[in-house]
């Protein structure tokens, strides 16, 4: 016998596995919308016509509407500022590109000893590297001056990401 809930709506159904009195954010003035149900890592899943799919794009999609074709849904955005994964605020979110979300990602990967993301060391050149990805191009520069490069990387952020 299937499970009572099957017969919601899918818009009732998902909302069964949201606590709306999260946190507040102070950007927008709203609480997050903590997703209860089933997770992949630190970002909610939502089961919609046989397939999972992430429970911040299907919140948008209930209480906003169609993704554009192409971009994600991101949090962490200068506009709303929701650095909570787990958050499925519709307004708490908006499409970006894909590449524009993953340059505004805090951290820097766990062997990276420049401790900033996007700089590195290159051990076989002797010399600091950065990298900037924006619009399918990467962009590269080097220096023995940690520094130098350091500016460079977000000096290009800011200018390729807006």
Same mark, same amino acid.
């Given at each position: 016998?299937?499970?009572?809930?099957?017969?919601?709506?899918?818009?009732?159904?998902?909302?069964? +596995? *949201?606590?709306? /009195?999260? =946190?507040?954010?102070? $950007?927008?003035?709203?609480?997050?919308?903590?997703?209860?149900?089933?997770?992949?890592?630190?970002?909610?899943?939502?089961?919609?016509?046989?397939?999972?799919?992430?429970?911040?794009?299907?919140?948008?999609?209930?209480?906003?509407?169609?993704?554009?074709?192409?971009?994600?849904?991101?949090?962490?955005?200068?506009?709303?500022?929701?650095?909570?994964?787990?958050?499925?605020?519709?307004? +708490? *979110?908006?499409? /970006?590109? =894909?590449?524009?979300? $993953?340059?505004?990602?805090?951290?820097?990967?766990?062997?990276?000893?420049?401790?900033?993301?996007?700089?590195?060391?290159?051990?076989?050149?002797?010399?600091?590297?950065?990298?900037?990805?924006?619009?399918?191009?990467?962009?590269?520069?080097?220096?023995?001056?940690?520094?130098?490069?350091?500016?460079?990387?977000?000096?290009?952020?800011?200018?390729?990401?807006?």
């Amino acid at each position: 016998m299937p499970h009572p809930n099957w017969r919601l709506g899918i818009e009732d159904r998902f909302l069964l +596995h *949201v606590d709306k /009195a999260g =946190p507040m954010n102070p $950007k927008t003035g709203s609480c997050c919308w903590l997703w209860t149900g089933n997770m992949n890592g630190t970002y909610g899943r939502f089961h919609i016509d046989g397939r999972m799919q992430y429970a911040h794009r299907v919140a948008y999609e209930l209480f906003v509407g169609p993704v554009p074709s192409g971009y994600d849904i991101d949090h962490d955005t200068e506009e709303v500022g929701c650095h909570n994964p787990a958050c499925v605020n519709p307004g +708490h *979110v908006l499409p /970006a590109l =894909p590449n524009s979300n $993953k340059q505004r990602r805090r951290g820097c990967q766990a062997n990276n000893k420049s401790g900033e993301r996007g700089v590195r060391w290159d051990e076989k050149r002797g010399h600091w590297r950065g990298v900037v990805d924006a619009n399918n191009k990467r962009y590269e520069k080097s220096s023995k001056d940690r520094a130098v490069v350091s500016e460079w990387v977000r000096e290009m952020r800011a200018r390729l990401h807006r």
